[in-house]
């Protein structure tokens, strides 16, 4: 089965150009100006007018199942994924069960086989206890080990120092590790409940959850990664202070989400707790100089930290709605917003949402547009405006903070391993689930 994706403007390592692409079983076999058309596809996709890129891939995720399929599940948001251009990703382990045994971490691998539209992945969940099962897993299978050092997630908050010290020098993996402390955390909302109740105003979200909070918990990981040699990822960076204390030049990265760049608290007037996640969305400030470090290399990752909810859990303020957001249908449209913002580039976009994710996981044969690399492509076309109402919404939550909002780019297409699992043409009609485990090769 031979497919020519034809004549598109395409953005990888560095570079636009025009080109076609020719894919095999899968495969891309080749990049070209001008396609040997002696040999007849069987498939043609005209990419005139698009840009090409490579599939996006997600590195934080949450699709919620096992045990939470209310909100959202392995089929639902990886339909969602598709239609995002996203075609690989990562999932967390604060499932029901939570993803902290070898037996849970298979549970939700065979899941995915039968039921992901797009390429999956999922980290193994540090606890206070479980650092000795780490020896047990199959390195070629997970991104890495993902470590709450501030959360409500139960025995998935790690914060004794025995218990950090132990995760820290015994995962040779990444550690993607989500910082906040949860003292501070806990008397800011003491302090808040005096002054408005048991259920204070979501605008004041980000004073409780502060940016001292965060600072004090990314400090204490970055410590610990020097100390060890830890190949630390710090989850969802929200703070400008957090930026300056990455130590350039070492194993310690960051990640950036989607709602942190695009939004700030002052749109908790608008929207509430639609956008209420951990760590809080901060200030106008936080944001600008989060959207500088895109460039600069403080920042080596763009995820979403999709959280989907019911709309019904999301009422309330800083004590009752819950902390999470859907974003994944809309990241990458969001993300080429800033580009036309001049806020970065298009190809520090696919650096920062493809090639980066690939590099720093060790992602085998994804993340690129090569020779030999599976195909996956997402095509998106400038200047086609269009609005976000809530039948297009993909996600089983069937809602989104980005309602309402016009956008001027559009994904035309997606195509994971070869195969398109999503066409623009007939936005509700998806593939067979085609997804792929994804395989890795990390650097020890």
Request: one cysteine or more.
């Given at each position: 089965m031979i497919t020519l994706v034809k004549d598109g403007h395409i953005v990888n390592e560095g570079r636009v150009f025009?080109?076609?692409?020719?894919?095999?079983?899968?495969?891309?076999?080749?990049?070209?100006?001008?396609?040997?058309?002696?040999?007849?596809?069987?498939?043609?996709?005209?990419?005139?007018?698009?840009?090409?890129?490579?599939?996006?891939?997600?590195?934080?995720?949450?699709?919620?199942?096992?045990?939470?399929?209310?909100?959202?599940?392995?089929?639902?948001?990886?339909?969602?994924?598709?239609?995002?251009?996203?075609?690989?990703?990562?999932?967390?382990?604060?499932?029901?069960?939570?993803?902290?045994?070898?037996?849970?971490?298979?549970?939700?691998?065979a899941l995915a086989a039968k039921k992901s539209l797009v390429n999956y992945s999922f980290f193994y969940g540090a606890t206070n206890d479980n650092a000795d099962t780490f020896a047990?897993?199959?390195?070629?299978?997970?991104?890495?080990?993902?470590?709450?050092?501030?959360?409500?997630?139960?025995?998935?908050?790690?914060?004794?120092?025995?218990?950090?010290?132990?995760?820290?020098?015994?995962?040779?993996?990444?550690?993607?590790?989500?910082?906040?402390?949860?003292?501070?955390?806990?008397?800011?909302?003491?302090?808040?409940?005096?002054?408005?109740?048991d259920d204070p105003p979501v605008s004041l979200h980000a004073l409780i959850r502060s940016e001292e909070a965060c600072l004090s918990s990314t400090q204490r990981a970055v410590e610990l990664a020097k100390k060890y040699g830890t190949r630390l990822h710090i989850a969802h960076v929200s703070t400008a202070e957090e930026l300056e204390i990455l130590p350039p030049g070492t194993s310690v990265t960051a990640e950036a989400t989607v709602g942190h760049l695009y939004f700030t608290q002052l749109d908790h007037e608008r929207l509430g707790a639609r956008i209420k996640v951990n760590p809080a969305i901060k200030t106008p400030v936080d944001q600008f100089l989060l959207r500088q470090a895109l460039n600069d290399g403080r920042i080596s990752v763009v995820g979403t930290d999709h959280a989907p909810h019911l709309l019904s859990q999301k009422q309330g303020g800083c004590g009752k709605a819950a902390s999470g957001m859907p974003m994944i249908q809309f990241s990458l449209v969001t993300m080429l917003e800033l580009v036309d913002q001049g806020v970065l580039s298009i190809t520090r976009l696919v650096e920062l949402?493809?090639?980066?994710?690939?590099?720093?996981?060790?992602?085998?044969?994804?993340?690129?547009?090569?020779?030999?690399?599976?195909?996956?492509?997402?095509?998106?076309?400038?200047?086609?405006?269009w609005t976000v109402t809530p039948d297009i919404i993909v996600s089983k939550c069937k809602w989104s903070p980005m309602e309402g909002h016009e956008y001027q780019w559009r994904v035309e297409r997606t195509l994971c391993n070869g195969c398109t699992v999503y066409n623009s043409d007939s936005p509700s009609i998806f593939a067979d689930p085609v997804g792929e485990e994804i395989r890795f090769c990390h650097e020890v």
């Open positions: 025009d080109g076609s692409i020719i894919i095999e079983d899968g495969d891309i076999l080749d990049i070209v100006a001008h396609p040997d058309l002696s040999v007849v596809p069987d498939n043609v996709i005209d990419a005139s007018g698009c840009y090409v890129l490579p599939g996006i891939i997600d590195d934080h995720v949450h699709f919620r199942e096992p045990g939470l399929t209310e909100k959202a599940d392995i089929a639902s948001e990886s339909r969602a994924a598709a239609a995002g251009g996203v075609t690989s990703y990562f999932g967390m382990p604060n499932t029901m069960p939570q993803t902290t045994t070898p037996d849970a971490l298979e549970e939700k691998f047990q897993l199959d390195a070629t299978r997970i991104p890495g080990i993902k470590l709450f050092m501030g959360s409500s997630t139960g025995n998935m908050l790690v914060d004794r120092q025995q218990a950090l010290e132990r995760i820290f020098s015994t995962c040779h993996l990444p550690l993607m590790v989500h910082c906040e402390d949860t003292d501070i955390i806990n008397r800011n909302m003491a302090e808040a409940r005096k002054a408005w109740g949402m493809a090639h980066n994710p690939a590099r720093l996981f060790g992602v085998e044969r994804r993340g690129f547009l090569r020779r030999g690399y599976r195909a996956d492509i997402t095509i998106v076309r400038p200047r086609v405006p």
